[in-house]
């Protein structure tokens, strides 16, 4: 965001707090920080609740404040005159920031940095003066940036509100944090609505029940979705795309279980970095085990049960299975985050010389996939930054990233550097897709791994006989699957392509009279095996021929979103065709051109 736009935002905050405060005087305010697309500011109220009700009285009174054009008036005032002004008007949780600043000379905040509050002092004990804005008869304190003054804001609108803990601790009040956004014009904030409405009517939560995909049981527990048969063909036919293009390429499946020891956790370094790891112990044994939150150690070890040799490499370990990791049941929801998390993943162990050729085939198939499934795709290198929980000495982590960068470059990828995105154990190579509504999401990611093949002490014999470690690499073309699902469920609104669709296509009939000639079309498509991309896709179809209307038939075929519906009368019967609707409209088709038009599709 620029900088104008973030002054803007930041001084719509203020003119929502003005506005908050005409309309309720006793308004006591916490922090009203920019966020992405707008802004927010938590207030406490003593009673009243603000409801959308309330945002058009709010809305007016800022539209006033703006058509005044108040000027911004910065001051710096000194500590002690600061707190005196939020005792004076009954501001406890201004005071609670200037009270800590005195102490400390800093505080800590979720939401907000008081550092930016404007410090001024000799040392981190010494603040002498904090920073203050007034517009009309609101002073804040507040750093800044604003605008000169409240007529250059741009368009706004309120859009909800929440309720938020101070400074994010359950044990302090709770307020309620009023949300709004804005942009620069009209029109971008027209689009930006536009779009997310149209983002709400994709919600992959709601689609998930309109087209029967999956459920979710109090009972069996949150994160725990479960998939119907139309879901579990929407599963399986991703993940079957995502396997063939590894099986294709050399790749061997293999199984491993779902729980380990405890001590293979402790010994890939997973055991500290993962404080969702879910554990137990057996009653029976009184061995510590833990549901697996990762693949990886499992696969190095099906690699370290035998001896391997340089003619073995590269060692090419695929599965889709689940990995489990605890969230708070808050954070959980439909197939975004899940504590179930299905993965179609992939291991190589190769060496240094075959790297370059592994990835090359895995950033082939990642291309090739997304452009198929209509995803736009980018690429981020996702490299450590300076905290202490990676695995492996700092030495190795600059080789690979090096190694990383110049694949990338090699392979002329236009690329971003994400600092403090790496996986704990190695740089990779995230892809960036972008859905149909311009949101990226980070899906398909390849990553090189050096600490892994050091901690289980792999190795392998090389052509001189010496013993040397292999290269680990790990691949996820989808990742999670239920998250690729969340995301393309909203990508496309519930109508998939058709060899993916989980109904391709039902045949609606107008009258019982044609139910012999449903039935020789029945027989067409019970033998019909289409090109597909996975190969081999026999037809998923049904028949309705319910005693309803043809109007009420195909309003409950487009609901499903059915790609193909073949309506079936006397007037097709007596000239041999089907009448074919579809998103694109209404065709014709003879009976034996249906396979070869299906075929096209």
């Known amino acids: 965001?620029?900088?104008?736009?973030?002054?803007?935002?930041?001084?719509?905050?203020?003119?929502?707090?003005?506005?908050?405060?005409?309309?309720?005087?006793?308004?006591?305010?916490?922090?009203?920080?920019?966020?992405?697309?707008?802004?927010?500011?938590?207030?406490?109220?003593?009673?009243?609740?603000?409801?959308?009700?309330?945002?058009?009285?709010?809305?007016?009174?800022?539209?006033?404040i703006i058509s005044q054009d108040q000027t911004f008036d910065h001051q710096m005032m000194s500590l002690e005159k600061a707190k005196d002004w939020a005792k004076d008007n009954n501001q406890p949780y201004k005071s609670e920031l200037l009270n800590d600043l005195g102490r400390a000379g800093t505080t800590i905040a979720r939401d907000l940095d008081v550092n930016e509050l404007g410090l001024d002092g000799d040392g981190e004990n010494a603040v002498k003066e904090v920073s203050f804005y007034q517009n009309g008869e609101f002073l804040d304190l507040c750093r800044g940036p604003h605008v000169h003054s409240t007529g250059e804001v741009g368009a706004f609108k309120l859009m909800r509100v929440a309720g938020a803990y101070w400074r994010g601790k359950e044990t302090n009040p709770q307020m309620q944090r009023l949300y709004g956004v804005a942009f620069e014009t009209q029109a971008e904030l027209d689009d930006y609505l536009e779009r997310l409405e149209m983002a709400r009517q994709r919600d992959h939560r709601k689609l998930g029940v309109e087209l029967d995909l999956f459920s979710s049981s109090k009972l069996i527990g949150a994160g725990l979705?479960?998939?119907?048969?139309?879901?579990?063909?929407?599963?399986?036919?991703?993940?079957?795309?995502?396997?063939?293009?590894?099986l294709d390429r050399g790749y061997q499946k293999v199984w491993i279980p779902h729980i380990a020891k405890l001590d293979t956790y402790k010994t890939s370094g997973h055991f500290e970095k993962f404080p969702?790891?879910?554990?137990?112990?057996?009653?029976?044994?009184?061995?510590?085990?833990?549901?697996?939150?990762?693949?990886?150690?499992?696969?190095?070890?099906?690699?370290?049960?035998?001896?391997?040799?340089?003619?073995?490499?590269?060692?090419?370990?695929?599965?889709?299975t689940a990995v489990y990791r605890d969230e708070k049941s808050g954070e959980l929801g439909g197939l975004s985050r899940v504590r179930a998390i299905t993965q179609d993943d992939s291991h190589v162990f190769c060496t240094e010389d075959q790297v370059e050729a592994v990835f090359a085939e895995l950033i082939e198939s990642a291309q090739d996939m997304y452009g198929l499934l209509g995803l736009g795709l980018s690429l981020r290198l996702s490299f450590r930054d300076e905290a202490d929980n990676y695995l492996g000495e700092r030495a190795t982590w600059d080789k690979a990233e090096q190694s990383i960068r110049s694949l990338a470059e090699r392979f002329e990828l236009d690329f971003e550097v994400g600092v403090g995105e790496a996986a704990i154990y190695g740089p990779k190579m995230d892809f960036m897709a972008t859905d149909a509504l311009g949101r990226q999401f980070q899906l398909a990611t390849v990553q090189l791994d050096y600490a892994q093949p050091e901690r289980f002490d792999l190795e392998y014999t090389a052509e001189d006989g010496s013993k040397q470690r292999p290269v680990m690499v790990h691949c996820a073309l989808l990742g999670s699957i239920e998250r690729f699902m969340s995301i393309y469920i909203e990508h496309t609104g519930g109508w998939f392509p058709f060899w993916l669709a989980p109904e391709q296509l039902r045949i609606l009939t107008i009258n019982d009279t044609v139910a012999d000639y449903v039935d020789e079309i029945r027989q067409i498509l019970d033998n019909v095996v289409l090109n597909h991309p996975i190969k081999h896709n026999e037809l998923?179809?049904?028949?309705?021929?319910?005693?309803?209307?043809?109007?009420?038939?195909?309003?409950?075929?487009?609901?499903m979103k059915i790609p193909v519906q073949l309506i079936v009368g006397p007037k097709d019967m007596e000239s041999r065709e089907v009448s074919v609707r579809t998103q694109a409209g209404e065709s014709k088709v003879a009976i034996d051109q249906l396979v070869d038009y299906l075929n096209e599709l």
Request: aromatic share 10%; proline share 5%.
């Open 1 to 64: 965001m620029s900088d104008h736009l973030y002054a803007m935002r930041h001084s719509l905050a203020h003119i929502m707090a003005s506005a908050v405060k005409e309309l309720w005087p006793e308004a006591k305010f916490g922090v009203g920080p920019v966020v992405e697309n707008g802004f927010y500011y938590d207030i406490d109220l003593d009673g009243h609740t603000i409801s959308v009700d309330d945002f058009k009285q709010i809305e007016k009174k800022m539209r006033r």
């Open 225 to 246: 979705p479960l998939f119907t048969p139309r879901g579990t063909i929407l599963r399986d036919k991703l993940n079957d795309l995502a396997q063939r293009y590894r």
């Open 276 to 320: 969702e790891l879910l554990r137990f112990t057996s009653t029976e044994s009184g061995d510590e085990l833990a549901l697996k939150p990762v693949n990886c150690p499992h696969h190095t070890q099906i690699f370290a049960a035998r001896p391997r040799s340089y003619r073995d490499l590269p060692i090419k370990y695929l599965e889709t």
């Open 540 to 559: 998923r179809f049904m028949i309705d021929n319910r005693n309803e209307s043809l109007g009420k038939k195909i309003r409950e075929a487009t609901a």
